[in-house]
C-alpha cells in the first residue's frame, strides 16, 4: 500500500494536491503526519523527513523501495501505476491543457504564494482586502486564475471534463481564496463551490481544523492563534 508523507493540513499545500488526488479516486493509502516546526536544518520536522527525501520537504509518496517526491512527480505516477482511474483526460487536446495549467500552478502564481498562504481554518478576507489594494501582481495572478477556472469545458464540469489531476492541483487555491476572500468571476466563483462540495476536500477541511495547531511562520497575519477565536 501506498504511504503518502505530508505536513499539516492546515497549511501544507503541496501536501493536499496528491492526497486529494487518491482520496478523490478511491486509491487506498497510509498517510503519515510530519508537523511543522521551525523548519530549522536541525529541527524535527527536517530530521524525520530527510530520512526519506533528500529534499527534506513534503509531500513523499512511498511505494515498496521506491519514493516519489515532488507533488507533480508523484500524481504522474499515480496516474501511471492507475491508467484505468484516468487521471489526465483521455481526450488529448483536454490532456495538454490539463498538463499545461498543473505545471502554471506548480511553478507560477508566486504573488499568491507568498502574499497568501493557505490558512484552512483561520478568516483573513480584511487582509485580503488590504492585499488587493496593494499589490498589483497579486491582482495579476487572481485574474489569470479565474481565467483557467473559467475556461472549463462547460460551466458544470471540471478544469478539463471530469476530475483530474489539474483539480487537485487547484484545490489548495481555492482554501487561499476562501480563507482571503479573494474576488472572482461568477464562473470562478461556481468552479470554487464546486471544489469545495468534493467529499475529499471537505474531509482535508474537517480535518484541517481540528488540528488545533499553531505554526507561527505560517501565520504571518496572526501572532497566536486566539486572534482567530475571538473574532
Known sequence: MYQLFIGNKNYSTWSMRP?????????SFQEQLIQFDSFEPESEFKTEILKLNPTGKVPALVNGDL???????????????HPELRL??????????????????HSGFQSLRNLCPMNVEAD???I?????????QLRADVARIDQIWSERPSEDSFLCGE???????????VMRFECFKLPLSASG????QKILSLASVQQWITEARQEQMFVPFDEPYRQHREELLKD
Open 163 to 173: 476530475f483530474s489531476i489539474a483539480d487537485a492541483f487547484y484545490a489548495p487555491v
Open 189 to 192: 466563483q461556481a468552479y470554487a
Open 19 to 27: 492526497w486529494i488526488l487518491l482520496t478523490q479516486a478511491g486509491i
Open 88 to 105: 489526465w483526460p483521455e481526450e488529448k487536446t483536454l490532456r495538454a491543457r490539463a498538463r499545461c495549467i498543473s505545471a502554471e500552478m
Open 67 to 81: 519514493v516519489v517526491w515532488d507533488s507533480l512527480a508523484i500524481c504522474e505516477y499515480i496516474a501511471e501505476q
Open 124 to 126: 483573513l478576507a480584511h
Open 128 to 136: 485580503g482586502k488590504q492585499l488587493w489594494a496593494e499589490h498589483v
